[in-house]
């Protein structure tokens, strides 16, 4: 018994459907770019920033874009990363310096602007851990308490503070918690972080509800020179 049999078509013969088709097609995409006015080009072609932020809770979009477009990152796109059990937003900005550098740190530093007026601290005098680097930390502690760690000395007693900092940055940032600490008493799970420390963090800082966990930019080259190839490719 023979189930498959060889195709006969006759391709030659019905090539102006397909032509006629592929014309129409080609035809609808460039009415579609004329009143699009142009190409909705994604970051990779068109350079900006990418910025991942993880919540505690569900994030409300809708004031989250008020807040971005009050920071005059107006256009900004706004969308769930991940599952959205892990409460994870991906937010796009534009490229609006030429420098990626600058770029990777302004888009950032606005955007945590606009998210610590929604999920931030009413109080001004102290600093968000969730989003400090080991850096402030460090110094925070340093200037809190020299004698909080035992040393030998002032730069063994630094040098601690770093590794500290830097341990409890790593800790904050592990897949586990993903930048987003709820609570300065789960830092004693760090190796060398003692109830003084707990308590000098409290003081000096605040635990938001969101944490920026991952940034990424693609700069306004790097975006023209795959637009370019994309363009030879096509």
């Known amino acids: 018994m023979e189930f498959f049999h060889e195709p006969k078509v006759d391709w030659m013969g019905k090539k102006w459907i397909f032509i006629g088709s592929s014309l129409l097609l080609a035809l609808i995409g460039i009415i579609s770019i004329i009143a699009h006015r142009g190409l909705a080009y994604g970051i990779d072609f068109r350079g900006g920033t990418l910025v991942y932020v993880k919540f505690a809770q569900a994030p409300n979009i809708d004031k989250i874009r008020h807040e971005l477009d009050a920071q005059k990152l107006n ?94 940055v790593d800790y904050r940032n592990n897949p586990q918690h993903n930048g987003l600490i709820a609570s300065f008493n789960d830092l004693k799970a760090v190796p060398g972080v003692t109830q003084g420390l707990v308590d000098a963090l409290s003081r000096d800082f605040y635990l938001s509800s969101y944490a920026v966990f991952n940034t990424e930019v693609v700069g306004p080259k790097v975006g023209a020179d795959l637009r370019r190839q994309a363009l030879y490719g096509t």
């Open 75 to 168: 256009g900004a796109t706004i969308q769930s990363y991940d599952t959205p059990d892990k409460n994870e937003l991906v937010i796009d900005l534009d490229l609006r310096t030429t420098a990626s550098t600058n770029a990777l740190d302004e888009g950032k530093r606005d955007i945590v602007a606009a998210l610590s007026k929604l999920y931030g601290s009413t109080s001004e005098d102290k600093t968000d851990f969730n989003n400090a680097g080991p850096p402030t930390i460090a110094d925070h502690l340093i200037a809190a308490d020299p004698l909080l760690i035992a040393s030998k000395g002032t730069e063994a007693a630094t040098r601690r503070y770093q590794a500290l900092a830097q341990a409890m």
